[in-house]
């Protein structure tokens, strides 16, 4: 009987070990990414009242910092800045969490000044344990600008600077302020954030994705200059309705007639136009596989190194090839086709860029207590979306847009802007209005996306020209003067 | 080791429990109080009494179970005082009458030596499935003695002394009355059993009607599932019986058919019940239902990670934000504040139990005793496997408690007459 008995002990460390194999895995091997994972509450909970490093704009803009108690000797955090950066900044709450920068860089802005062991042993070996601090590349001005420019709307305004991809602007609207979160009725506001109308808390800018509408018809446009499949001057059958091959559904231009004169129009003209018919027949022509290529250059598809994890925009290349109707849909950027704000910000910034896209990132430096710089973030490049040539003819067609066509509302006086609108399906009727683009066209300095979710208004007025264009050309306005 | 270093041991322990209540009031207030004292001494009283008992009334049996046990509860202590001081002073009171109860089955047990467990197996079989079933008496009769559902489960009984209400959790005692009546059922029948099968190629399966029991065991794990949603025990006892009819034949069939079965109830379980699929989600991806199912799971997980190698020291760590810290999730309640030092003590502390009661199976020869000493320790091995495979992921979480850690009275006295029982056994056996 000892036998049998011995097999199930046997079973039984067995299993014991498992246990221990499995504790391993997540007090060692995922210690840290478990700590600092941002629904974990305890790392901002052993925090609470501790000093944190500062989070400055580059003009000393102070968007986050810890004020001292004189009575209690403990530190509260303020945020001056409030709701336009409360996405972007984030929070620090002892109840909640941290998000945005505030989580991102936790390990950075902590005071090591709290006596583990650990930390006086890094105290003896001469480690500074003062918190450090981050600073940021997004302008105040332009940041607050968007904010208020948006007022009632729901949406985002991304702005990259084309060249280092450094942020000028994250916004998200509706906002909120941080500093709800802070106390110790923290718990009972985040409740309410989260059942408000609008869902302040989510981050449309660089969290959420949305149909990227007619402004796709960049990436397409791309792909087609860069294969050699259509030049601006190629010339396409104009039909009132493309009929979708092998199936009964039809493609339609948004004032429901002709592209050109009915017989046939260029790339230009159905650029600058906007027009969906000849975009459905362009992308069919080109085939999934090539439109992939150089979205997946421009950052679909991949996971993009942010300052946080953001989603993956999405090009289905695979389940597209062998669906030509529904690769047409996807041509003028509706169906499953998917992006978000930044991304799309991203677009725009490559064609700026001579066709090179560049990783976005938010925060230039990590300064200590002293100021002295600790780590210096590198511009890094994702490499090349397009040929030189594809860029430059690709920004006279976007130019031509602002000029005469639907984007004409995101002109400068003075300034020579580039852009592509767009007007996604949004839900229950309602359309998300797009624009993105970039200025000046000589030397870009900004390269932006301007998205708003369901749009109130409806028909023309509810489209990516009339809604999103001028605010896109206010925040060049705005950039440009300061 | 003899019983002086036994005893020595058993102090030390307890200082360790103590220790631990001190730094925790250390943390929380800066002082230490009256409470690390009180824990010393009660700790001493409980366990002074166990091993009293043991020198009179087992004198032969093994010194190595007490001090293990002393450390486990210890650590379980500390970390419950620091959860609720208020829980950890009814736990103090539990623990003074789980000593006692221990110490009064030994005492019992030396006039009759556990044969006579073996005896009335029938009649231990029958107060067991009373035990079980107390839970199902209605909530609302004049009778003193009323069951009680929490949480959705019906497994508590509530005792009304007029005075005082005391609430029990019956099938920790019936889980051992289980163990005892298996083990002699299958001494007795354990020739039958074992020869009584077919080969079918490398598989002994067993003749049908040798099955008979096996199916009554099912139905009768089915029963509490379904009756008292009882996930755990359930469980537990099936499990129990199954290796414990593995151990008794030696055939693997009852394994795989075992298995089998555990699987199949466990897969209709999913579909029929909302309790149970509500588990199954939480356990395959508590982070992607953070908000409800997975959120105990993902705090607890989030206890251990933050917890890290050293953990954030007693008092110092958040495992409040765990639901049921205290019982279900004690050992990430441990694990955050001690770290993976603390945890990787708990489990070489169990394993060290484990293999002092497998021991004294081992060492024994007469079949009944060997049967109930392994069975004995099989279900206290697949108690801590569930529990705290549940808290780690590895099974789906069936809410039982952790043998000495947890808090809970009626497992505390429960498993304390467990280890009294395999002390029992290993004095009998060391003749």
């Known amino acids: 009987m000892n036998g049998p008995i011995r097999r199930v002990a046997l079973g039984v460390f067995f299993c014991m070990s498992l246990l221990l194999v499995a504790v391993t895995w997540y007090q060692v091997v995922r210690a840290d990414e478990l700590r600092d994972d941002p629904r974990n509450p305890r790392p901002a909970l052993s925090e609470r009242g501790k000093e944190r490093g500062l989070i400055v704009a580059m003009d000393g803009t102070v968007l986050a910092r810890s004020v001292e108690d004189p009575e209690t000797r403990s530190f509260v955090r303020e945020y001056p800045e409030g709701q336009a950066f409360a996405h972007l900044v984030g929070y620090s709450s002892f109840l909640i969490g941290n998000s945005g920068l505030e989580a991102a860089y936790a390990g950075d802005l902590r005071s090591r000044r709290d006596l583990t062991i650990s930390d006086l042993v890094a105290a003896i070996l001469g480690t500074d344990l003062r918190p450090k601090s981050i600073e940021v590349t997004a302008d105040p001005e332009l940041q607050r600008a968007a904010q208020s420019i948006l007022g009632g709307n729901r949406g985002a305004v991304v702005a990259l600077d084309p060249s280092t991809g450094a942020v000028l602007a994250s916004v998200s609207n509706p906002s909120f302020d941080p500093e709800l979160l802070l106390g110790d009725d923290a718990a009972n506001q985040w409740e309410m954030l989260l059942t408000e109308d609008g869902e302040p808390t989510r981050d449309r800018a660089t969290l959420e994705l949305y149909a990227p509408g007619s402004t796709f018809k960049t990436v397409v446009s791309a792909a087609a200059l860069d294969t050699g499949t259509a030049g601006p001057g190629s010339t396409f059958d104009d039909p009132v309705e493309f009929q979708l091959p092998g199936s009964d559904a039809t493609i339609s231009n948004a004032w429901r007639g002709t592209c050109n004169d009915g017989n046939s129009a260029t790339m230009l003209q159905a650029f600058v136009r906007s027009c969906n018919t000849i975009f459905a027949d362009l992308a069919i022509q080109l085939g999934a596989a090539d439109i992939g290529i150089t979205a997946e250059a421009l950052g679909f598809n991949q996971d993009i190194e942010y300052e946080w994890e953001v989603p993956e925009s999405v090009w289905n290349t695979a389940e597209l090839a062998n669906d030509p109707a529904a690769l047409g849909q996807s041509g003028i950027g509706e169906r499953d086709v998917r992006a978000t704000p930044l991304q799309m910000a991203m677009v725009a910034a490559a064609v700026a860029n001579d066709g090179v896209a560049v990783r976005p990132y938010a925060v230039r430096r990590i300064f200590d207590a002293d100021g002295e710089t600790v780590e210096e973030t590198e511009v890094s490049e994702l490499g090349r979306a397009m040929t030189s040539e594809t860029a430059v003819t690709l920004t006279q067609m976007m130019e031509r847009v602002v000029t005469e066509g639907t984007g004409t509302r995101a002109a400068v006086p003075g300034v020579r802007v580039a852009g592509k609108t767009g007007t996604a399906t949004g839900t229950g009727g309602f359309s998300n209005p797009w624009f993105i683009g970039f200025a000046p066209v000589d030397d870009p300095s900004i390269a932006i996306a301007v998205f708003i979710e369901g749009s109130a208004a409806s028909g023309e007025s509810a489209g990516g020209g009339s809604v999103a264009a001028p605010i896109a050309s206010e925040l060049i306005q705005v950039w440009l003067a300061s | ?431």
């Open chain 2, 1 to 431: 080791m003899g019983r002086t270093s036994e005893g020595a041991t058993i102090v030390a322990a307890s200082f360790l429990a103590a220790f631990g209540v001190a730094l925790v009031n250390f943390a929380q207030g800066g002082s230490v109080d009256a409470q690390t004292g009180l824990t010393f001494l009660v700790f001493l009283l409980t366990f002074g009494t166990l091993y009293a008992a043991v020198r009179a009334f087992a004198p032969r049996a093994t010194p190595l179970l007490i001090p293990p046990v002393v450390a486990l509860v210890g650590l379980g202590f500390f970390e419950i005082y620091r959860l609720s001081p208020e829980l950890a002073g009814l736990q103090r009171w539990w623990m003074v009458i789980a000593a006692g109860v221990a110490s009064v089955v030994l005492l019992l047990l030396s006039k009759a030596t556990t044969s006579v467990l073996r005896r009335y197996r029938n009649l231990i079989l029958i107060v067991t499935v009373g035990l079980l079933l107390l839970p199902n008496l209605p909530s609302g009769w004049g009778f003193p003695l009323k069951g009680l559902e929490v949480n959705g489960s019906r497994l508590w009984i509530v005792l009304d002394l007029g005075f005082t209400e005391m609430q029990f959790q019956p099938a920790e005692l019936a889980k051992l009355g289980m163990v005892i009546f298996f083990a002699a059922y299958l001494a007795d029948h354990q020739k039958a059993l074992r020869e009584a099968h077919r080969r079918i190629g490398p598989i002994r399966l067993p003749e049908p009607r040798q099955l008979i029991p096996l199916v009554l065991a099912w139905g009768g794990s089915l029963f509490i599932l379904v009756w008292q949603r009882d996930l755990g025990a359930s469980l537990l006892m099936f499990a129990g019986f199954v290796l414990l009819l593995y151990a008794a034949t030696g055939a693997t069939g009852y394994l795989v058919a075992g298995g089998l079965m555990t699987l199949t109830g466990a897969a209709a379980a999913t579909v029929l019940f909302d309790h149970v699929q509500r588990r199954i989600t939480a356990w395959i991806a508590p982070f992607e239902h953070y908000q409800d199912e997975g959120f105990q799971i993902a705090q607890g997980i989030f206890a251990l990670g933050t917890g890290s190698l050293s953990g954030a020291g007693p008092g110092l760590g958040r495992p409040d934000l765990i639901p049921n810290a205290s019982t279900d999730f004690i050992f990430a309640a441990v694990g955050e504040e001690i770290g993976f030092a603390g945890t990787v003590a708990v489990l070489a502390i169990y394993a060290l139990v484990v293999s002092v009661g497998l021991g004294i199976s081992f060492r024994s020869r007469d079949t009944f005793r060997k049967l109930l000493a392994a069975g004995l320790t099989f279900v206290m091995a697949v108690q801590v496997f569930l529990i705290i495979g549940g808290v780690l992921r590895i099974v789906p979480l069936t809410g039982i408690t952790l043998p000495f850690m947890s808090y809970g009275g009626s497992a505390l006295v429960g498993n304390m007459v467990l280890i009294a029982l395999l002390l029992r056994i290993s004095h009998e056996e060391a003749a």
